[in-house]
């Protein structure tokens, strides 16, 4: 049995379609890519940092601020990889999927954290941010895989903006909780009504993604069968079974 092998130029000709780095060299590991790679990493020190502060030495009045940090590390690295991809054309086909699945993970990462007390924002608004990322995510890929580019919507731009914003709030209000000027009723009610808000426009954003991309999805999901019309017969008339007085009259 022969061993098929590939040369070496069909091989850089199929990743030169994948990326073009900057420096010269062929490669999907980009600094876009890395910054999205660092962005998953980071998320789950959040929740461990908020569920364990005491066992690390971090104190319940310096908790908020090393939280704090973390987020806007998380929002900078979304911020730089999307800016470094366009600035330096390390736009990539893997870039794109994984940019929105690193959102979802940071974000739902945050949000999963605060169902923990003291904050305890309901776990079904967590799992409303979970689903509708699922379902855009993987329609997104299939269509990806099918050579389809669903376009993003304002609607999206604006719920990743909302759930950033509900994030920062939730913990700038953990500081006057550690301080005793915020009781752990008012903290749970304000930050409730803030992550239902965002869960609210994050099912109206993939209302509308779905609305806007429709054509494209139906023409992913919904394949006709043209096998069966391609091979259909049709019965060939008798013309010699004609009536006289139905033939032709001629001229």
């Known amino acids: 049995m022969k061993q098929k092998l590939f040369s070496a130029p069909r091989i850089d000709r199929n990743i030169d379609r994948i990326v073009q780095h ?23 020190i959040f929740l461990f940092v908020y569920l364990q502060h005491d066992s690390l030495g971090i ?6 601020y090393v939280l704090l940090m973390l987020l806007g590390i998380s929002e900078l690295s979304d911020a730089f990889d999307g800016y ?7 736009v990539t086909d893997l870039g794109k999927i994984l940019d929105p699945m690193a959102d979802s993970i940071s974000r739902i990462s945050v949000f999963l954290t605060f169902t923990q007390p003291p904050v305890n924002v309901p776990l079904v608004a967590v799992f409303i941010f979970l689903y509708r990322d699922s379902v855009i995510s993987t329609l997104r890929t299939i269509c990806a895989l099918r050579g389809f580019a669903l376009a ?11 759930q950033a914003v509900c994030s920062f709030v939730i913990t700038l209000l953990l500081i006057p909780h550690s301080l005793g000027h915020l009781s752990d009723l008012a903290l749970h009610q304000l930050s409730t009504v803030f992550v239902l808000v965002s869960a609210f426009y994050a099912v109206y954003s993939g209302v509308d993604y779905l609305i806007a991309n429709r054509a494209h999805i139906q023409r992913v999901l919904i394949r006709k069968p043209k096998l069966a019309r391609r091979h259909q017969t049709y019965p060939i008339k008798d013309v010699t079974s004609v009536a006289p007085s139905q033939a032709q009259p001629s001229t």
């Open 22 to 44: 900057p420096i010269g060299g062929p490669t999907i590991w980009t600094l876009a890519n890395g910054c999205t790679f660092f962005r998953i990493f980071i998320s789950p």
């Open 152 to 162: 993003a919507r304002p609607s999206g731009k604006m719920k990743a903006i909302i």
């Open 84 to 90: 470094i991809a366009r600035k330096y054309n390390q």
């Open 59 to 64: 104190s319940t009045f310096t908790l908020p």
